[in-house]
């Protein structure tokens, strides 16, 4: 999917929401572990619930592989599913991903190749050969990490780098410029830290970002769509733990797709007060 | 297993090698393609053939995911076969993970409860709450990112920080002191960075260190023992291609165990000559 695909989905759906699929076998409703796969039967019925609501999916990997060889069958399960039923919606794997020149290439088969999803998240301490083998897929992104939501981000992000105006994750976006485009690089850009995006958007004014952190991390969506909106929007905003636990009972698909609708109309609200819609 | 026991190995062995399985299907003895599992088929010979002269294994998650769930399954395999047949065996899994406290918990539970690895390579970017919760894991180990071995290694963790004497990289060496110690960090410096061992040594003198990038990437064992060994070896030295694909044909396992068995003879002088055995 290229920039304006994705902005048209935006307008489409009134919608700048992606659902974090951390579906983690000790949190889903219990009876779910009667199927025969609970994880995919899990997010097959949130994904179903929350499609449209929702211009993106985001599995974190760790949760698939913490369940080892059967996690990651759910987690290809559940990736062929969106491509297949959805195919206009945007698959981000939360892989933070990230290695020398000849080792990322094989990730990017992984993630590009074999589960052709739109997307990966990638951490940029090993400098520009661990992200460009990503680039080189058309209509692939990286989503390259700058600023996360976590609190400990500032231990190594936040340093000034000596001789600059930048700290290290500034930095980032600044080297990374030079190694792709908006039509695929976007940035990971925690809700936590919004008062960060006036000079984020400085930077790089046009390129999407997705942004975490909303709801259970505590980051505000108005903040958010405050400093962070551009032209053709460029935002995504995940929520995961907000959405796919909403609820634990038989009904967790309807909660979550109430909650994912709640998200939906107050993005909407904010496309329109931008004129965007 | 702990940081004696390594030592002890090392000393038991006359080695501190490190074979790096980054089996890869289009790499691989073609013949191997009739098996039923071509990848486990390819590590169990390279196993066999090298134990004798290695303390360490480390299989890089990367080649194994570009071949989706089967890759998977071969990793959990090839684990769990060093496992049973080398348990004194120290076994790193190459992931260069690292991502928000909960989901860091998910990669440990991977890495240490599902497939039983000794250690997981950690991304430092999103700083301490994404490390701490592999470091809860008893005799298990963190093996950080410091100063890798590819080129674009300076993009960042070169870069001086400001208003303090350190680099990033130094940073990530200081700061990670207080979240563990020589017991369960250790730390990734590329062979290639070999004249930065010397005062890399000054600010961690006990830790392990894991080096890649002897052979195909060009960097010297002699050099990196010269500055890096200590008291207790204080080195895993890391050769993956220039092991296993020494050699393509039926004999591709008996020309790996020759590489390895030179690179054992070497060490062995170099134990020697610092009075470790």
Not at 67 to 86: C, D, F, M, P, R
Not at 88 to 113: L, P
Not at 206 to 221: I, R
């Amino acid at each position: 999917m290229n920039y304006n695909q994705l902005f048209e989905q935006i307008k489409r759906k009134q919608s700048f929401l992606c659902v974090g699929l951390d579906a983690d076998i000790t949190k889903i409703p219990q009876f779910l572990l009667d199927e025969e796969d609970p994880i995919f039967e899990f997010n097959k019925r949130i994904i179903d619930a929350t499609a449209q609501y929702t211009v993106a999916y985001k599995p974190n990997t760790a949760f698939y592989e913490a369940q080892g060889v059967a996690g990651w069958h759910s987690l290809e399960k559940t990736i062929n599913y969106i491509n297949l039923i959805y195919e206009d919606i945007f698959v981000i794997a939360d892989a933070k991903r990230g290695d020398i020149g000849n080792t990322s290439k094989m990730y990017a088969q992984a993630f590009f190749d074999h589960f052709d999803c739109d997307a990966v998240t990638v951490a940029p301490y090993m400098g520009s050969d661990s992200v460009l083998p990503f680039l080189e897929f058309k209509n692939k992104w990286v989503v390259l990490l700058a600023l996360t939501s976590n609190q400990s981000s500032h231990d190594f992000q936040l340093q000034n780098i000596e001789n600059t105006d930048n700290n290290l994750f500034e930095t980032v976006l600044k080297k990374s410029k030079e190694w792709g485009d908006k039509e695929n690089m976007m940035y990971v850009v925690g809700a936590t830290k919004a008062e960060y995006l006036k000079q984020i958007r400085k930077i790089i004014p046009d390129n999407f970002l997705l942004v975490p952190g909303v709801g259970a991390q505590g980051g505000s969506l108005q903040e958010v769509a405050k400093y962070g909106i551009n032209e053709s929007c460029g935002l995504l905003v995940n929520s995961s733990r907000g959405i796919i636990y909403a609820n634990t009972t038989a009904d967790f698909d309807k909660e979550a797709a109430l909650k994912a609708r709640e998200m939906h109309l107050e993005m909407k609200e904010i496309l329109k007060s931008n004129k965007l819609i």
